[in-house]
Antibody
């Protein structure tokens, strides 16, 4: 079955960067776009962007443009999300999520377990 | 960006009650609408896509309807295990956007 295994919790200081990984198994890794979604404590869901794991092509939310970089390593079936210039407002759970169908944007049918990133001085 | 507005933001109902959650899009999104269930401390789980199509394994007491700008998620008979926050999401066009969520509790 589809599984997305994310890296562990991180604590960062303001101004630092964080890199979260998402290792996929149970399906054709290069066949499905991967999205990243975050959720701040007590808040709603916020879309950050997507990556095509095959080509490495990306599209980012304008809110994160210039601060986020999503990459893919097909040899180890893993996608990464790097967020820089962190502020306390970036404290959130970051999740990778696979699209349900072989389309760029679609509903998200499989989610990683989430990675808590805490930004504090 | 397409804005998604959910209502109510929270509700409390008795076991066995029929529960309805609405989601309104700021522009026509055809049927490119998904519903997710998020239990406390967990990541979201896809319930319904294409406005009314069940994801595999979802109990039949859940149903979705609507098209264009107005959508509804209905739980026909609320069960204790349905305590969760429910989110709608449009995928008509990027950026994907979510509603603010509806927290469902048992009275």
């Amino acid at each position: 079955q589809v599984q997305l295994e994310q890296s562990g919790a991180e604590v960062k200081k303001p101004g630092a960067s964080v890199k979260v990984s998402c290792k996929a198994s149970g399906y054709t890794f290069t066949g499905y776009f991967m999205h990243w979604v975050r959720q701040a404590p007590g808040q709603g869901l916020e879309w950050m962007g997507w990556i095509n794991p095959d080509s490495g092509g990306t599209k980012y939310s304008q809110k994160f443009q210039g601060r986020v970089i999503m990459t893919s390593d097909t040899s180890i079936r893993t996608v990464y999300m790097n967020l820089s210039s962190l502020t306390p407002d970036d404290t959130a759970i970051y999740s990778c999520a696979r699209v349900r169908s072989r389309m760029v944007v679609a509903s998200l049918d499989s989610w990683g377990q989430g990675t808590l990133v805490t930004v504090s001085s | 960006d397409i804005q998604m507005t959910q209502s109510p933001s929270s509700l409390s109902a008795s076991v066995g009650d029929r529960v309805t959650i609405t989601c309104r899009a700021s522009q026509d999104i055809d049927n490119y609408l998904a519903w997710y269930q998020q239990k406390p401390g967990k990541v979201p789980k896809l319930l319904i896509y294409a406005a009314s199509t069940f994801q595999s394994g979802v109990p039949s007491r859940f149903s979705g309807s609507g098209s264009g700008t107005d959508f509804t998620l209905t739980i026909s008979s609320l069960q204790p295990e349905d305590v969760a926050t429910y989110h709608c999401q449009q995928y008509y066009i990027a950026p994907l956007t979510f509603g603010g969520g509806t927290k469902v509790e048992i009275k």
